[in-house]
């Protein structure tokens, strides 16, 4: 009784300061239970969470180490990728308790940008230090320290990026970096290279020595004739490409100088490998690696690494999703050399879903509308999911600016609320109101992984099934999701798990898009200012791209069509034309990946570039009728906004 009034006693005489710091060490400890099942103990314990002191605020394992060991003996420091948070812990529980006094509260610098304020509590136990691995795709190599020191300086040398003389180098200044040709020039224009033409000079000299011992160590068995040199900034980075199967022979070798970086590898069934690569180093693509994974670099300014020496063997890499033994790295000037031999004759493969020589002559059909369950699945596997893990970090980079009426749903919950934001894509919404508990979950693991180093809880979730207890949610949100689906049956579906997620009394916002783009004498933004010479330039609430048909199918005919059939003759989907009226209600919707202004494909893109969403438009009233077969809600609003069918749904209480 007595230590219950000496505490009593402290907390009235505590401070101003005193009394935020308790507030925020109980509100760390709150979130640490709700999102990680762990509790924080009143009793000392050897081990402590400090909160705001994680990777995904921006601290590197360095900083932190530096500023606990000053405490000190540590026995370990966990990490958890992107998570805002760490678990330290100490070699006797006195040096636990002497960080727990002093440091609560501390300011930590992190570089010469950031600082944060680290909330330590202690924990009765931490995750495990561990560093997975996982296997690298198959035909690609990492080769460390290939070229010394001097001769990467020798070889940085031979760039001089003051040159304007286009006809020796073709050098380039693109958006996210600027790049130099030698041999042959990679053409933007058309994705290849005219290889009638080849740049005067040739190959600088001084690749000849690296050239050769590539060769002798038979990386490969072409002598490479073509060498692109890019340079990038911090920040910078390239989109994901293959390079293209007709343009170039098997083997691509890039060599990186100058500073560290992160290059992502995508498998088009959705498996993500990150392999950092450290200046001086050789990345040998051959076989499956070059010609069916993705690979390119996320433009940030620091990167997720192994602390230490990869204890993962020659075909492993550090898996960086698994992995608690990480540190940020920020990024330096780097320059790449990659080297390529020019093909002169088709590609013929062992991917041919991947290569332009062989798609050119096997062009593919429209999908039809799908007659069942399965059929659906596989339609948005193919037209949904797999399109939004390819283009993820392009469309995050179009989805800057929450929608206002979202906005105004979003910040009339109540401090403490819990929000499900299903769908949640780049995660725009999550950071709208602090003041709410916000978890989003997607489809696309790429667009989970920008949420989550974004600093926003999310996970990989179908929307039809989420791993949410029911009844756990204050608030729901749906924006442009459902209309994805490709059966009324799926789409009434998804509205169900909405409402199987809310409290009794909670709300759910929903937004499909609308097949009426005009609404009471208005054009939405989306058909405002349309000409068809420019559409591929402009952005709008659900598009970016330009349009594309399939082989065999006319623009003209779509807009021949009457608008009140849903689909083509024979149930084939008819390609939308961006801008423009729909003239179907199942349609597939273009989305054209671009680098930069003037440039229409990517490097390396081994097809058009352009890639179809299924979508199914909603016509006024069609959202209504469809949320009034769930049992258990009922409509307290609808409306359109900027060519979107809206309603607010509320859960029936219990009485």
């Known amino acids: ?265 995508r498998h088009p069934d959705g498996r993500v490998v990150s392999v950092a690569l450290p200046a001086r180093s050789l990345l040998v693509m051959q076989g499956e690696s070059r010609y069916l994974w993705t690979h390119g670099i996320t433009p940030r300014k620091f990167d997720m690494v192994p602390a230490c020496d990869s204890q993962c063997s020659s075909s492993t890499t550090c898996d960086l999703s698994a992995s608690n033994q990480l540190t940020l790295t920020k990024r330096g000037t780097r320059t790449s050399f990659t080297f390529r031999k020019i093909r002169h004759e088709p590609c013929c493969c062992a991917f041919p ?89 997607d489809r696309s693991r790429a667009l989970v992984q920008i949420c989550a180093e974004r600093g926003f809880q999310a996970l990989v979730s179908d929307a039809l099934c989420v791993p949410l207890r029911t009844a756990t949610c204050d608030a729901c949100i749906s924006i442009a999701v459902i209309h994805h689906f490709s059966t009324p049956e799926r789409r009434l579906a998804a509205v169900k798990e909405l409402v199987r997620l809310l409290k009794p009394g909670g709300h759910a916002l929903i937004y499909v898009w609308a097949f009426e783009q005009e609404y009471k004498q208005q054009k939405s933004k989306y058909l405002k200012d349309h000409n068809p010479r420019n559409n591929a330039a402009k952005d709008n609430p659900e598009l970016h791209g330009k349009s594309s048909v399939f082989a065999g199918s006319n623009p003209e005919d779509n807009k021949k069509r009457p608008s009140d059939n849903c689909k083509l003759t024979d149930d084939k989907l008819s390609v939308h034309i961006n801008r423009t009226a729909f003239n179907s209600r199942d349609l597939l919707v273009p989305w054209h990946l671009k680098e930069g202004k003037g440039e229409k494909r990517r490097e390396g893109d081994s097809g058009e570039g352009v890639f179809h969403r299924y979508y199914h438009v909603f016509q006024q009233g069609e959202l209504e009728q469809l949320c009034v077969q769930v049992e258990g809600v009922k409509l307290q609003t609808s409306y359109h906004d900027q060519g979107n069918w809206c309603v607010i749904l509320e859960k029936d209480s219990i009485r």
Request: charged share 20%; with cysteine; proline share 6%.
């Open 1 to 265: 009784m007595e230590v219950n009034v000496e505490k009593s006693v402290k907390v009235c005489r505590m401070g101003k300061l005193d009394k935020k710091l308790l507030r925020k060490q109980i509100k760390s400890s709150h979130t640490l239970l709700k999102h990680e099942g762990i509790s924080t103990r009143s009793e000392p314990t050897k081990s402590l969470v400090v909160a705001n002191g994680g990777l995904g605020n921006g601290v590197t394992r360095e900083e932190l180490s530096a500023l606990l060991k000053e405490m000190g003996e540590v026995e370990s420091l966990v990490m958890p990728p992107h998570k805002p948070y760490a678990f330290v812990t100490y070699g006797s529980e006195e040096n636990a308790r002497k960080a727990h006094i002093h440091m609560n509260g501390q300011t930590l610098r992190c570089g010469a940008e950031n600082s944060v304020t680290l909330y330590l509590s202690f924990v009765g136990s931490v995750p495990c230090e561990q560093q997975a691995c996982v296997t690298l795709p198959v035909g690609l190599v990492l080769v460390e320290d290939f070229v010394s020191p001097e001769e990467e300086a020798l070889l940085l040398a031979a760039i001089d990026w003051s040159s304007t003389s286009d006809a020796v180098t073709a050098q380039r200044a693109l958006k996210h970096r600027r790049v130099k040709h030698f041999g042959f020039e990679f053409r933007y224009d058309n994705n290849n290279v005219d290889k009638d033409k080849p740049l005067p000079g040739g190959l600088p000299e001084e690749c000849q020595p690296v050239l050769e011992r590539i060769m002798e160590n038979g990386h490969t068995k072409f002598m490479p004739d073509q060498l692109t040199v890019n340079q990038y900034e911090s920040g910078q980075g390239i989109p994901r490409h293959v390079d293209t199967h007709s343009a170039f022979e098997d083997t691509i070798l890039s060599l990186s100088l100058g500073a560290k970086t992160l290059m992502e590898f």
């Open 353 to 441: 879903s991947a290569c332009d020589s062989q798609v050119a002559s096997s062009p593919p059909s429209p999908p039809i509308l799908p007659r069942g369950h399965g059929d659906a699945a596989r339609l948005e596997e193919k037209y949904v999911h797999r399109v939004y893990n390819t283009i993820a970090p392009h469309f995050s980079s179009t989805r800057h600016s929450p929608w206002p009426r979202v906005c105004h749903f979003l910040s009339s919950l109540s401090p403490g609320n819990v929000l499900a934001d299903v769908g949640c894509g780049n995660g725009k919404y999550l950071g709208v109101n602090p003041e709410v508990i916000s978890v989003g979950c």
